[in-house]
């Protein structure tokens, strides 16, 4: 599976990368971080003499059909520029030969075929035929049984570029040897996809602390009045079974004390900082409050490695920013190991101008980062192990 062992001389690669760029009103690239994060594969490959390197990614939600606005030739563009390489763009998502003179080759937006979401295998010999091994560094993507994921992965000697051997070691250390004390720090607006790994760091972490729309929930489930804040009525029964099995860890798990809230969402907004028994009538929760902050502050402060997703309020909005900043802050020079996941937690950083290099850790994968994180096996690491 570790593509330092494999001889990639004069071989054909084919090398699922994760290039969905954000991209700003005028269709510009604003964020190039995962263009940027494969740049070492793509290198080394070149470095190692592959004959061709074939590019493939998705762009966007085209659900199968062709969209024009989420072709990705922009991207091919951009990334010639910074390799200071020819790119050779294919105008089709399988096609049927690429040129010999193509040193790296990007093909069309592999969501355009309704074959890469329902893992076709028929798709998947397509691509196949083009080339002599085939490389994963798509962490983000990598817990989607997909045709460029998985149905490849089967057909072609496969392993896994050294973005994703690096997502894998660092999450294994978190998973098989955690260092203590451990801290797990969950926002974002919804439960859903944190569901599970709350319930599997109940029993593993020494603390775990909530914010955001998240913490609402929670709130809600233990019968405070919320005002008109977010939460998600129907994951009430999820939040109280949550805090069922946290009754015997009832000193790790916590949920803000006070809040910073405001009957208006903008930077116009009059503030108020109050216990979160106080809250009412229109008021919306929108940060943690002062005291929960100094508790979070202290808590990362004393830990050994910290695990962080998703942003502790509205930080989009500079009033409401202030308890997702200080934390990043604090992260960014603690002591501890720090690794952290999640579009939002990383557009704060972004925000705040904190620089990535300062983490012992950056996940490209939000949604896969979360589930390896709840111990389940990710259908593109496990095509990759055979």
């Known amino acids: ?7 990639l001389k004069n071989k054909r690669v ?31 490959l070149l470095k190692k003499g592959a004959k061709q390197i074939i590019l493939a990614t998705h762009f966007g939600r085209p659900k199968g059909q062709i969209i024009d606005d989420l072709r990705v030739g922009f991207i091919a563009k951009y990334l010639e520029k910074i390799l200071k390489e020819t790119i050779w763009q294919s105008k089709e998502v399988a096609p049927k030969e690429i040129p010999n003179s193509a040193k790296i080759a990007m093909l069309e937006n592999v969501r355009f075929d309704p074959g890469e979401e329902k893992n076709d295998e028929k798709l998947a010999k397509a691509w196949a035929k083009l080339a002599d091994i085939y490389v994963n560094d798509a962490f983000g993507c990598s817990h989607r049984a997909h045709a460029s994921i998985v149905g490849i992965a089967k057909l ?9 051997q690096r997502e894998i070691e660092v999450l294994t250390e978190v998973l098989d040897h955690p260092q203590k004390p451990l801290t797990l720090i969950i926002g974002g607006a919804k ?8 319930k599997e760091f109940i029993h593993k972490a020494d603390n775990i602390l909530v914010g955001g729309g998240i913490a609402n929930t929670f709130l809600f489930a233990q019968g405070f009045d919320i005002g008109k804040s977010l939460y998600q ?14 009754e015997v860890y009832k000193d790790k798990f916590v949920i803000p004390s006070d809040a910073v ?6 930077d116009k907004a009059l503030t108020l900082n ?3 028994e106080d809250v009412e009538g229109d008021m919306k929760i929108l940060d943690i409050g002062k005291t929960t902050l100094m508790k979070y502050l202290y808590v990362i402060n004393k830990s050994a490695m910290i695990i962080w997703n998703g942003p502790l309020g509205l930080f989009e909005c500079e009033c409401f920013a202030k308890g997702t900043k200080k934390i990043a802050e604090a992260l960014a020079i603690a002591k501890g190991k720090v690794i952290i996941g999640g579009g939002e937690t990383i557009d704060a950083l ?17 949604g896969a980062m979360l589930e390896f994180l709840e111990g389940r096996e990710l259908p593109g690491v496990k095509a990759l192990a055979g």
């Open 156 to 164: 072609l000697p496969s392993y896994a570029g050294l973005l994703l």
């Open 350 to 366: 972004k925000r705040f101008k904190i620089d990535e290099k300062k983490f012992y850790h950056v996940s490209t994968g939000g």
């Open 1 to 7: 599976m570790n593509l330092k062992s494999v001889n």
């Open 274 to 276: 109050l216990p979160v």
């Open 233 to 246: 009525e129907d994951k009430l029964e999820t939040a109280q079974e949550i805090m069922l099995s946290a």
């Open 191 to 198: 439960i859903d996809t944190k569901i599970g790994v709350l």
């Open 14 to 44: 084919w090398l699922r990368v994760d290039f969905n760029v954000p991209v700003d009103s005028q269709g510009l690239i604003s964020d190039d971080t995962r263009i940027m994060s494969a740049l070492p594969t793509i290198k080394y």
């Open 261 to 266: 809230v405001a009957s208006e969402m903008n």
